[in-house]
């Protein structure tokens, strides 16, 4: 494959829809989103994600690795993801009137 080709073709991948690079996946995630939609489901582990937690989550920091803590990160680049974080912590520690917070995930 050329160079010229894989850039296209690597364009073309990450500007492209779910939905148009493979519509078969993207209808099985629409039933499902329907199949949650209809039912109250009682598995706790199967809650409901609101949806502006989930436009987060597929947002661009997905690609990023953070590891570390806000300012004292193991890889360059975490600007954006230390003010984040940062303002989870200020956040947190105002909703419950603590000194100090963790946003970090334990596992």
């Known amino acids: 494959m050329s160079n010229q ?12 829809s779910l939905a148009s690079l493979d519509p ?11 199949r949650q939609q209809r039912g109250l489901e009682m598995i706790a582990s199967e809650n409901h994600t609101a949806q502006a ?13 953070a590891e570390g803590y806000p300012g004292r990160r ?5 600007e ?5 974080e940062t ?8 909703l419950f009137g603590a ?3 963790n946003v970090q995930p334990h596992s």
Do not use: H, P
């Not at 078969?24 to 329907?34: M, N, T, V």
């Not at 937690?53 to 690795?65: C, D, E, F, P, R």
């Not at 193991?74 to 975490?78: E, M």
């Not at 954006?80 to 984040?84: A, L, R, S």
């Open 5 to 16: 080709t894989f850039e296209s073709v690597a364009a073309a991948t990450l500007t492209q």
């Open 24 to 34: 078969e996946i993207a209808q099985r995630i629409d039933a499902e989103l329907a």
């Open 53 to 65: 937690i989930m436009q987060a989550q597929g947002s661009v920091l997905t690609n990023k690795y």
């Open 74 to 78: 193991y890889y360059g680049g975490c």
């Open 80 to 84: 954006e993801v230390d003010v984040i």
């Open 87 to 94: 303002l989870a912590i200020e956040r947190l520690k105002d």
């Open 99 to 101: 000194k100090f917070a």
